[in-house]
């Protein structure tokens, strides 16, 4: 595992990648140590033990800024604050709970209020040793695929996500946590994401910042802009894609209907 670095010698951009490597590595060695045999045990572990080591660490090298973390208790004075981070300690619980899955990803990002939005923020994909950063080292973006491919639940297929891939000729692909969603599209396996009805900010916002840094289309589904530190933490509706379908699935989704 990669040092802790020296409190106050990393800028943002870098502490969010280390940070979630960091609580990446710490959850596979979970994994291994506990295994899949009560795998509800795993997810809780794997929730507390990422939460409480991301905590630790915001807390000591930058003890001055809030923090919204899915399995922290939300502290309403986040709203005046001037920076807080905006943290899933572990995104996709569910798919790192089952046998070698790897769509499971760990978020850090920054919100400013100066700023007006977010300004660092890193993904881990620790099931394939890769975290993608607002720091830069994006690779180019991968052709759009033939069809293109629009990220979707596992579970099911939302309604309007295989409407609007019919209307632009795209393919519904079946993929675990919303960071994987997301970077699925800089990693080639994807070409967008798009999410209908409220989202927590700790789901979105990493995923949205690293996205939009690489050179994606990052918007709301009407192509408004997202907004994070609000009242209820909640993003309510997404879309990340390939710029060249930015606005075709924008046009899709007005014909759609979004009620």
């Given at each position: 595992m990669t040092p802790a670095p020296t409190a106050g010698t990393y800028d943002d951009a870098e502490l969010a990648r280390d940070l979630a490597t960091r609580a990446g590595h710490l959850l596979l060695q979970l994994r291994a140590r506990m295994g899949y045999g009560d795998p509800d045990a795993l997810r809780a572990a794997g929730d507390q033990h990422s939460h409480e080591f991301l905590a630790a660490e915001l807390a000591t090298h930058r003890p001055?800024?809030?923090?919204?973390?899915?399995?922290?208790?939300?502290?309403?004075?986040?709203?005046?604050?001037?920076?807080?981070?905006?943290?899933?300690?572990?995104?996709?619980t569910s798919e790192f709970g089952e046998t070698d899955r790897t769509d499971w990803a760990v978020h850090v990002a920054l919100w400013e209020r100066?700023?007006?939005?977010?300004?660092?923020?890193?993904?881990?994909?620790?099931?394939?040793?890769?975290?993608?950063?607002?720091?830069?080292?994006?690779?180019?973006?991968?052709?759009?695929?033939t069809p293109p491919r629009i990220a979707m639940?596992?579970?099911?297929?939302?309604?309007?996500?295989?409407?609007?891939?019919?209307?632009?000729?795209?393919?519904?692909?079946?993929?675990?946590?919303?960071?994987?969603?997301?970077?699925?599209?800089?990693?080639?396996?994807?070409?967008?994401?798009?999410?209908?009805?409220?989202?927590?900010?700790?789901?979105?916002?990493?995923?949205?910042?690293?996205?939009?840094?690489?050179?994606?289309?990052?918007?709301?589904?009407?192509?408004?802009?997202?907004?994070?530190?609000?009242?209820?933490?909640?993003?309510?509706?997404?879309?990340?894609c390939q710029p060249s379908l930015a606005e075709p699935l924008l046009a899709a989704l007005a014909r759609t209907g979004r009620d």
């Open positions: 001055g800024d809030a923090v919204l973390s899915e399995e922290g208790a939300d502290d309403l004075s986040r709203l005046d604050a001037d920076r807080l981070w905006i943290v899933d300690p572990l995104d996709g100066a700023a007006g939005g977010l300004t660092a923020a890193a993904v881990a994909l620790p099931a394939r040793r890769t975290t993608l950063s607002t720091d830069g080292g994006f690779p180019p973006l991968p052709p759009v695929g639940s596992r579970s099911r297929a939302p309604a309007f996500v295989v409407d609007v891939a019919e209307q632009v000729g795209a393919v519904p692909t079946p993929i675990g946590s919303a960071g994987m969603k997301a970077m699925a599209i800089l990693l080639g396996e994807a070409d967008a994401y798009l999410h209908r009805g409220r989202m927590k900010e700790w789901d979105s916002a990493a995923p949205a910042a690293v996205a939009a840094a690489a050179g994606l289309h990052v918007s709301r589904l009407d192509g408004s802009p997202l907004t994070f530190n609000t009242e209820h933490r909640l993003t309510l509706d997404l879309l990340i």
